[in-house]
């Protein structure tokens, strides 16, 4: 690991050289595998942040306190330290320019880390192709890369909002992607990371409001174990 | 809604690790019911020391693994068919 940094009180980036790294694509993670002293191995994914050709991979990793794996990369992880990665995995949650647009992105909470990667993906190659990235956030303070999607993205708060907010405060709802994204005719790629009730909720709306079933890609990530 | 239950995103380190192949893509038939899409849509559930791969339409069993200290159980009896993308 190379370096760190903090997003919000409960997340870091993570920084990674990795000599011989074979690249990745954009909505890829990789398994960390952790091995305690006594041998006891545990094993978690992490979608990777960074865009592909971006010299380092790059990790945001957000807290979970009864987890086994994050607390520890998000609290304890120094540079310098080693760290066992397996990847990059999948081709399924995976966006090239070559699939086309519009897209329409859809978080919940630290699912916005490969929808992210997908974003500067496109910025950086394929800025003509329009994009839209919604986030649920519980709070202004658990909102990542807030500096970096500030008037690129919309948010929506389902907690604590800042002072004269005059956004969405509620859940993602039908009504809402049907005012925030494009419509069914523009047949959109729709990308929808978050725990499995959001992705469940957001992925089902999307099909009432007419959006291809093929279209919608979805990847859920547990409320435990972390 | 089982808020454990994840998906075949989550699975797919260890089964590319068996199989040599990228699995999310990998299109699967339920031998239950045969409803057939990539495994990526398989409903998974990991807290086991392993997996379980469950069809997303009649939630049948798909497929399990489990580790052991020194092997790896793989069972697919509920997979009719894998289709995989070259």
């Excluded at chain 1, 990542?144 to 800042?162: D, K, N, Q, S």
């Excluded at chain 1, 005059?166 to 990308?191: I, K, S």
Aim: with cysteine; aromatic share 6%; glycine share 12%.
């Amino acid at each position: 690991m190379a370096d760190v940094r903090a997003e919000t009180p409960r997340a870091r980036t993570l920084t990674f050289d990795l000599p011989g790294w074979p690249g990745h694509r954009a909505g890829q993670h990789v398994d960390v595998r952790l091995t305690a002293e006594d041998g006891y191995r545990a094993q978690r994914s992490y979608s990777i942040a960074s865009p592909p050709g971006a010299s380092r991979l790059e990790l945001t990793v957000e807290r979970l306190d009864d987890g086994e794996v994050s607390p520890w990369l998000a609290d304890e992880a120094r540079p310098g330290d080693e760290i066992e990665l397996r990847g990059p995995i999948g081709g399924y949650f995976v966006w090239e320019p070559a699939r086309g647009g519009p897209l329409l992105l859809v978080a919940g909470g630290s699912g916005l880390v490969p929808l992210m990667a997908i974003e500067r993906h496109r910025r950086a190659v394929a800025p003509e192709v329009a994009s839209t990235v919604l986030v649920s956030a519980r709070g202004p303070e658990d909102l990542l890369y807030a500096g970096e999607l500030e008037g690129a993205a919309v948010v929506t708060y389902t907690r604590t909002r800042p002072e004269g907010w005059t956004g969405y405060a509620r859940r993602v709802d039908e009504a809402m992607l049907a005012e925030a994204g494009p419509p069914p005719e523009a047949r959109p790629r729709c990308f929808v990371c978050g725990p499995t009730s959001f992705v469940e909720v957001v992925a089902e709306a999307l099909v009432a409001l007419g959006h291809h079933r093929a279209l919608i890609k979805t990847e859920r990530f547990g409320a435990t174990g972390g | 809604m089982d808020e454990r239950m994840l998906d075949g995103n989550a699975g797919a380190g260890d089964l590319q690790e068996l199989f040599a192949v990228e699995v999310t893509q990998t299109v699967g038939v339920c031998e239950a019911c045969g409803m057939e899409g990539p495994l990526a849509e398989a409903h998974v559930y990991s807290l086991a020391p392993g997996l379980t791969l469950r069809c997303r339409g009649c939630e049948a069993v798909l497929a399990r693994l489990v580790h052991l200290p020194d092997r790896t159980l793989v069972e697919l009896r509920g997979l009719r068919r894998l289709e995989i993308v070259r």
